[in-house]
Each structure stands twice: as structure tokens, then as C-alpha cells.
């Protein structure tokens, strides 16, 4: 599985990189905060996996607050559906916010 810091993550956006971003967290965490992207629920994923294929080869990275979520995310998305081109965000959103306070 692979996974990208919070550093590479905001360089690579900065550079205008077409990202795919998913938050793995709940809604109301994502309203919270964010660092961008579509928000589905890692429960709800196996039920909205037409909302991530829809965006074919793109890369991926997949996010929730510490980084456990979406690395469960990611390992569903390989084994059960054949996604691979994803990457974790190492940390999650916790890191993010370190990394580039508000």
C-alpha cells in the first residue's frame, strides 16, 4: 500500500497536480474540517464504488482524521474491488493541520 505526507501532498496540489481526494471520515467531521475532496464514509464505500471508479487511473489519496480509516479504505478498495491507484495520506487530517495550520 502505498502513502504520501502531508508535505508531498501540499506540494503536489500547490503544483496543480490532478488530484483525486476522498475523506474516509464521517460528514461531520468532514464539515469540521477538511482538506478538500469528496467525503465518503469508509462504511459507505462498497455502496458508492461507482463514485470512485468514475474517476478511472486518476490518482487517489484517501484521508481520515489519523490515517487507520483510510488505510482500511484503501486495503477494501484493492482487495475487493481492484482499485490500486490509491495513496494514504500518512497522519490523516490530524497531520495536515500540523503541517499547515489555519
Known amino acids: 500500500?502505498?502513502?504520501?505526507?502531508?508535505?508531498?501532498?501540499?506540494?503536489?496540489?500547490?503544483?496543480?497536480e490532478d488530484i483525486i481526494l476522498i475523506d474516509v471520515r464521517?460528514?461531520?467531521?468532514?464539515?469540521?474540517?477538511?482538506i478538500g475532496g469528496i467525503n465518503i464514509p469508509v462504511t459507505e464505500l462498497p455502496f458508492r464504488i461507482e463514485e470512485v471508479r468514475q474517476?478511472?487511473?486518476?490518482?487517489?489519496?484517501?484521508?481520515?482524521?489519523?490515517?487507520?480509516?483510510?488505510?482500511?479504505?484503501?486495503?477494501?478498495?484493492?482487495?475487493?474491488f481492484n482499485i490500486v491507484n490509491t495513496?494514504?495520506?500518512v497522519g490523516?487530517?490530524?497531520a495536515w493541520r500540523e503541517a499547515f495550520p489555519v
Open 1 to 16: 500500500m502505498k502513502e504520501i505526507t502531508s508535505k508531498e501532498l501540499h506540494g503536489r496540489l500547490a503544483a496543480g
Open 26 to 34: 464521517e460528514p461531520y467531521e468532514h464539515e469540521e474540517f477538511n
Open 55 to 80: 474517476h478511472g487511473d486518476q490518482e487517489i489519496v484517501l484521508y481520515c482524521q489519523s490515517g487507520n480509516r483510510s488505510m482500511l479504505a484503501q486495503k477494501l478498495l484493492a482487495t475487493q
Open 87 to 89: 495513496l494514504n495520506l
Open 92 to 94: 490523516g487530517a490530524r
